[in-house]
């Protein structure tokens, strides 16, 4: 037994005072500005006692989203397994004040069906998710990335029979490029599952979605769940004094590699660290508050390894505001060379 599952755990009854939660595109549903997702951190290389006081502080802070997908974790599948043990300890009474969602698209299992997109993979890799997860259903199922080699018709029909069975309460799609986002929207609609929300990457170093995505999602009526928003931990002060033994870049499974911990990028990290402090925040809060300046923009849907940093970049939520020359200057550092 571990030392933390000897422990009764309470959700804080004032948990709903202080995120703020925004209406996921033209829906019903309304996300937390902040989410979590579990992508590190939650596997079984990772140490469980942390991860579980991860999950109770996000739910105690106003966190009812927690992003998961079939690969997640080391191996592949026990982030789902961690968070399902969780649930199951310490959430199930709770199970209508959250919104859980996973993924398929990318590898899970060899030979033809554990990849990609098509109808086969999708609906096989629900099943074993939900499995993990201890669930009945997941709130959102997404295709994790567009396939050249389905017809689109087949990924998305086998979104809107996840949704139709029972097992996902909506559909999502991620990594889709805007004229894929329209074709798939088209299809969804069509077949009277209308699609809930995109999840692109989107950071102050990764701008992609600024060009056209943004535009069609608040066209179509479409939420933005916006990953990894710290650029994996790059948009934070933590390399800016080298490389720290317990960071992403320092752990052999990170995703974070230390060839992008480059001199240009920590001159761009320390200049905006400098700007962060003069608005009284970290870097890292700055980072968050700068994606969710847009409107568009549903919840950035961060990372964490530990309570605190979790703790920091929620209180991003006390300053969301930035003046005209703030962003001027951001949009020169970022420019710099
Ligand atoms: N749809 C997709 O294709 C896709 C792809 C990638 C991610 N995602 C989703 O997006 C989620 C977030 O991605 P991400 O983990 O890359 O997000 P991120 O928020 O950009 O990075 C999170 C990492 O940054 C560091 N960090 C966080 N807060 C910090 C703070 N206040 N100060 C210093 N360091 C801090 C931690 O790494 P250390 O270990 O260094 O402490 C943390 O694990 C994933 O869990 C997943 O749900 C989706």
Known sequence: MTKSSRIRYK???NRYE????????????????????????FGDVDDFDTARGIIHRAFDLGITHFDLANNYGLPPGSAERTFG????ADLTAYRDELIISTKAGYLMWPGPYGDWGSRKYLLASLDQSLKRLGLDYVDIFYSHRFDPNTPLDETMSALDT?????????????NYKPEQTAEATKILRQLGTPCLIHQPRYSMFDRWVEDGLLDMLEKEGIGCMCFSPLAQGLLTDKYLKGI???SRVA??????????????????????????????????QMALAWVLRDKRVTSVLAGASRVEQLEQNIAALNNLQFTDEELARIEAILKSS
């Open 162 to 174: 996840a949704v139709r069975q029972g097992k996902a309460i909506y559909a999502g799609i991620s």
């Open 18 to 41: 202080k995120m703020k939660y925004n209406r996921c595109g033209q829906s019903g549903l309304q996300l937390p500005a902040v989410s979590l997702g579990l992508w590190h951190n």
């Open 244 to 246: 720290p033994k317990d």
């Open 11 to 13: 959700p804080a009854e």
């Open 251 to 284: 752990k052999p499974h990170g995703f974070l590699k230390r060839e992008q911990v480059t001199e240009s990028v920590l001159k761009k990290v320390a200049a905006l660290n400098d700007l962060a402090q003069q608005r009284g925040q970290s870097l890292a």
């Open 85 to 88: 043990k969780i649930l199951k």
